[in-house]
Antibody, heavy 120, light 109 residues
């Protein structure tokens, strides 16, 4: 059973940097296991899901082309967690942010999500 | 890159079948057999229903099935039940990134 939990500030000022962490809890899987990828997805209020990016067990990354210039996803094997940084945020970045396990061509399981509001 | 195209809404009565389409291009849906479907209820984590076009994870009822033809993937929900009401999203690999559909709100009448 793998569980993921997002954490981070719920309020970020415009032009600032959004920083979130996803901790993985599991008896059988560690973030460094070969074959596993880890992803971030968001959902703005009243809108659909948007894939942000993913990182492999070894640190290789893929990003949504529309966000690529502002996004960094990193991995911390010692803490079994991975992180999202999104810089130069605006109100359009207000969303529920989800982390998910992205191995084997699917997103499963997901964290419960965290609402991040961009406002002064 | 644009989001995959899904109908905004779909509906059916209990016991009926409903099919939700997901249209992309030859660069995503049509070019890869990596289409997945997720059910999302407000305030909850999305739930995986189908992956690799038509593979159903353990624990997902066989009422849910997936298929693909050309640039369009489809999710069929058979024997509709009240708890099937919610939002449904398709997701496709597009080479170096992933695309979601705009979502379909399924209403059980």
């Amino acid at each position: 059973q793998v569980q993921l939990q997002e954490s981070g500030p719920g309020l970020v000022k415009p032009s600032g940097t959004l920083s979130l962490t996803c901790v993985i809890s599991s008896d059988s899987i560690t973030i460094g296991d070969i074959g596993n990828w880890w992803a971030w997805v968001r959902q703005p209020p009243g809108k659909g899901l948007e894939w942000i990016g993913e990182i492999s067990h070894s640190g290789n990354t893929n990003y949504n082309p529309s966000l690529k210039s502002r996004v960094t996803i990193s991995i911390d094997k010692s803490k079994n967690q991975f992180s999202l940084k999104l810089k130069s945020v605006t109100a359009a970045d207000t969303a529920v942010y989800y982390c998910a396990t992205a191995g084997a061509w699917k997103l499963d399981p997901w964290g419960q999500g965290i609402l991040v509001t961009v406002s002064s | 890159q644009s989001a995959l195209t899904q109908p905004p809404s779909a509906s059916g009565s209990p016991g009926q079948s409903v099919t939700i389409s997901c249209t992309g291009t030859s660069n995503d849906v049509g070019g890869h057999n990596y289409v997945s479907w997720y059910q999302h209820h407000p305030g909850k984590a999305p739930k995986l229903l189908i992956y690799k076009v038509n593979v159903r994870p353990s624990g997902v009822p066989d009422r849910f099935s997936g298929s693909k033809s050309g640039n369009t993937a489809s999710l069929t929900v058979s024997g509709l039940q009240a708890e099937d009401e919610g939002d449904y999203y398709c997701n496709s690999y597009a080479g170096t990134y992933w695309l979601f559909g705009g979502g379909t709100k399924l209403t059980v009448l």
